[in-house]
């Protein structure tokens, strides 16, 4: 888990100072994280209240408050631990795809898959985030911006390996492709799981699948075809 460590500890949670969470503290934590980000996208931050998450999780108030010392805490350790939990996904895709032999694009549908089974999972903690990106006077703006940066970082990883081998053309952004593509996942899942539920996860990757081969790669095959690349 990317959630960083508390180190107050003690034998209250059964970890000594200094120690990182036990499994009884991080299962008390990500039940903590699970009633916010519910709480949250039903009713918003600042009506949502920790007495509200305590009770959500199942918890006393007091635990919220020994494991987070206030709510924006806890709202900023979420949108870290679940943008971190995506960036895995991400990352073990485009891993797992290269172990197989299959190019960069291959890489980029995968991850396109990974981000789409993420999110169906979590539809409400992807709510909250794309909301936030169009805040900037969050406390937590600069958390937020240093975990998006490590998504991108990963898709941007494979669209340089793509152009340096030649499977994408040189004439690529990378930086703002790698926003678009991330940000065609996040808007087009959640336009899914909100108006077109009845749609399977393989049905939406399929279309998209098809809007990256086409266009994203397209330029460079074009280029090869042609012997202008």
Known sequence: MSVRSDRRGGAGNGTAPG?????????????LFDAAVTLIAEQGFSATTVDEIADRAGVAKG???YNFPSKNVLYEELLRDGIDLLTDSLRQAADTTAARGGTRVDALDAMIRAG?????RSPALTQLYVAELWRTNRTWRTTLMSVRGRALTVVESVLRDAVRTGELTEELDIPLT???L????????LDWQSFQPDRSVEDVHASL?????????????QGRADGSC
Not at 19 to 31: D, E, F, L, V
Not at 209 to 221: M, N
Request: glycine share 8%.
């Open 19 to 31: 120690a990182a969470p036990g499994p009884r503290r991080a299962s008390t934590r990500r039940r």
């Open 63 to 65: 635990t919220v408050y």
């Open 116 to 120: 789409l089974d993420f999110i169906a």
């Open 178 to 180: 790698a926003s678009a």
């Open 182 to 189: 991330l940000g065609m996942v996040l808007v087009a899942a």
């Open 209 to 221: 699948s098809r809007l990256v081969q086409g266009r994203v790669s397209g330029a460079a095959r």
